[in-house]
Each structure stands twice: as C-alpha cells, then as structure tokens.
C-alpha cells in the first residue's frame, strides 16, 4: 500500500526501512520465523537499484542494467525461490563465457574434455589465449590465493606483480572490474577472493534473469510478502528516527506516519543515513561512512535491426565496455535486437555521444557485424554511485563497524557482508540482520 493510504500507528516485531534486495530478503526471512513485519520503501516501487523503467523510445520495459547471478548465490537462488520466481534465472551447467578481443577471433572461456579439471579451475587450465606455461601457473596462483590472502598482499594489484601482463590484461582486470566495479590497484584482495570462492568455485556458471525486475523484486515479491501478512508501504522516506535509552522507538516518515518495533533493520544506502539527523550513527559507522567512496557504472542500450554478434553475451577485454549483453527477456519486435554494453568503474567525464560512438567502434573492431544504417536506437544510463569502493582501507573500516544501538540492525551491499557489492551481499546481509534479532 501506498504511504498516503496509511494510517495511525503501526507497532510490529520488526520494521524494515529500505525495499530492495538485502529489504525484502530481511522481510521474508523475518515472516518465516513466525515475525510480524513492516517494509517501507521510499521510492514507489520494490527492488532497489533492481528496477524497471518504459523506454520512452522504443515503449518497451528494460531492467536497470545487467545484474549476474552465479550458480554460488546460495541466498540470492533460496530469496527467488522463497517468492516464487527460481525459474526465473537461467544458470549455465557449467561457466562458459566468450571472449572477444579487438581483430582476434572470439574465444570461449570454458573447460576441456582434455582435461580432468572442470568448472572455473578447468576453464582456466583451458584459456587458450594464454600459453600453457602461463595456465599452469595461472592455475597455482589461484589455488594459494584461496587457501589463504599472502600476508604481504592487500590489493589485487600487488597480488599479481609476479603475472605477465596477458593474465592480468585478458583475465584478472575484467574479473576484478566486473566483480568489485573498481581497478585493481584498489580491489581488495580479500573480497575478490572471497567473491571466487563463494561465486566461481562452488561449481555451475554464470546466471542471467529471464524477467524484467519489476516482475520479480515488485510483482512477486510483494506479492509474496503481502500473503504472508507484511505491510508493505511504499512512498514512505524516513525522515526521522525517535531514540531513548539507547534504543528506537518510533521511525517517521515524511508524509507523517508513525512506525514502531521492537527491532529496526535498516537497509537504505549508506548516504541516506546521514540525511537523517536524528539516525544513532556509532564512532565506527560514522569513520566508516567519512571515507566512503563509489564507484560509477554506465549502461549502453544499443539497438539494432538483427543480431550482430554470434553469443548472447561476452566479456571484451581491451574495449571500453567491459561485457555486452543481449536483451534477453523482451517480447519485442523480431526486427529489432537491443544489447546492453556495462562500463564499470566509469569515468562520467565522456559525453553520452561521445560513449557511443566509443562503444560502437569497439564493437566493430571485435567483429560485431553491422553498418551504421543497422543502428535504430541508443540509450546511456548512468549510475555515479553504483557501488560502494571496497578498497583495504574501506574494508578494514567495514570490518569494524559497530552498533551502539540495542535494537538496530544494518543491511545492504555496503555491509560487512565478506562479498563485493552484490545481490548475493545484499541478500546475505538481510538475512543475517533477521539472525542477529533471533538470536
């Protein structure tokens, strides 16, 4: 329902502030301890940063971005089947990714039937545009980087002083770029370890969402939550927190409604917190808070009268797009083929035109087959503050986070989840926040 429908004083076992993935996960696991629950979303919808929007062009719905699920996602897959929508992730068998390199033939990123070696160890032991000398040692980097972080390492970057430009230009800077949306020479190497283990070594590939957000993170899961007796109010942004005896008592929203619990989960966006004056930010929130950095992402929509390369999707390293992807869950027009191209850890300096004309040279150069008559449609989207930078010293920062406040909890992919910033973090943190209440 929507906040102006609300009415009077809600008191609950838990209110969460904050609708999207780490939001909804807290509400559904809350309800499933028997927990009598209130959402609000600030925004008019669920989802978060996983959100919907009509083109204005072309009249169709695209999702905000492509969002990647990886067969390890144990939380993210549970959140989706708990509401209904497992169906909705398509997970490959086994990882297989196309690399397209400028004036080179594409290359897939898979395991060998040569080999013994399967999943993500196999593909490597398989990379061929590495020799077999630079594999093998590939191979043995990897394998002593997740038994444990070298004590003399803190980013990726000084991790890998001892590989060969290839490995860290073909393989290590796209991985980094795409798992932690920051450079590696300010990826903390803890996480991205903790992000291949977790996502790439638990076996099966990569997963790509058949639906658009809104079907799933609005639709059915408030859908979901709505049967399961949850309020869930959307339009409601907190603009005030009432404390005493170091505890909450009441949350407020701008449009005057009055929320009570016996425990608060807040979920929104760090930079949210301190737009709210009467928040109990602790010491370490607020060091962690004072250093924060982000990281942009820009999404590319191309469209274009056919298919123009031969995979759904691509990693491109040397491109300034770092992946394409084929839009795969329109019913549109079969004369019409829409690709998303992602530039992480963006420079926001580059005029929208001038990213085009960028991105459409460097799909050419790849082997992208079309003219300049072929393109009907092109949109730039971007997000500034897209993620959070986990650089060490950020890191060592989130590690430290304490609440003062009895009845508090945080969650978001900005919390001290042990992941990059992620659905999977996301998820994880809402979870957890409702174990930290039942325990």
């Known amino acids: 329902m929507s906040i102006s429908d609300y009415q009077g004083i809600e008191v609950d076992d838990v209110v969460i502030i904050g609708g999207g993935a780490a939001g909804i996960a807290a509400a559904v696991k809350a309800v499933s301890h ?66 397209y390199l400028p004036d ?84 903390d190497l803890g996480i991205l370890r903790n992000a291949l283990i977790e996502g790439f070594m638990k076996g099966g590939g990569l997963g790509f969402f058949k639906k658009t957000f809104r079907e799933i993170f609005h639709n059915s899961a408030g859908f979901y939550l709505q049967s399961k007796k949850v309020k869930v109010i959307t339009g409601g942004r907190i603009n005030a927190v009432e404390c005493s005896s170091n505890k909450i008592d009441a949350v407020y929203t701008a449009n005057g409604g009055k929320f009570r619990g016996d425990y608060y989960i807040f ?8 737009k709210i004056p009467s928040f109990p930010i602790s010491g370490s929130l607020n060091a962690f808070l004072q250093r924060l950095e982000y990281s942009a992402i820009v999404n590319v929509y191309l469209g274009f009268h056919k298919q123009i390369l031969p995979d759904d999707f691509g990693c491109l390293p040397g491109s300034y797009p770092q992946w394409f992807f084929r839009v795969r869950y329109l019913n549109a ?15 926001l300096r580059l005029s929208e035109s001038g990213i085009i004309v960028k991105c459409l ?11 300049e008559k072929d393109v009907v ?23 430290a986070i304490i609440i003062d406040c009895a009845n508090l909890s945080l969650a978001g992919d900005w919390t001290n989840t042990g992941l990059p910033a992620s659905i999977e973090g996301a998820v994880r943190s809402g979870y957890d926040a409702v174990d930290v209440i039942l325990n």
């Open 267 to 274: 979920t929104i966006p760090p930079e949210q917190l301190l």
């Open 333 to 347: 027009d079969p004369n019409l083929t829409i690709y998303n191209l992602v530039i992480s850890s963006a420079d």
């Open 34 to 99: 028997g927990l009598k629950a209130t959402l609000i979303e600030a925004r008019h919808h669920l989802g978060g940063r996983l959100f919907s929007f009509k083109d204005r062009y072309t009249g169709l719905e695209l999702n905000n971005g492509e969002h990647l699920i990886l067969a390890g996602y144990e939380k993210t897959l549970d959140l989706l089947k708990q509401i209904g929508e497992v169906d909705a992730v398509e997970i490959q068998p086994e990882i297989e990714i196309p690399f």
């Open 104 to 187: 080179r033939t594409p290359v897939l990123f898979k395991s060998s039937t040569y080999f013994p070696i399967k999943g993500f160890p196999g593909a490597l032991l398989s990379f061929s545009l590495l020799n077999f000398n630079q594999r093998l040692k590939l191979i043995n980097r990897l394998r002593s980087l997740t038994a444990k972080v070298p004590k003399n390492c803190s980013t990726v970057g000084e991790w890998l002083k001892g590989a060969g430009k290839e490995e860290i230009d073909l393989l290590w800077k796209p991985l980094t770029l795409a798992a932690m949306n920051c450079d590696i020479d300010e990826a």
């Open 377 to 399: 449609y092109s949109r730039v989207i971007a997000h500034p503050r897209a993620t959070v930078k986990l650089t060490p010293d950020t890191e060592k920062l989130r590690r």
């Open 361 to 371: 040279l460097d799909l050419k150069k790849t082997g992208a087959d079309f003219d």
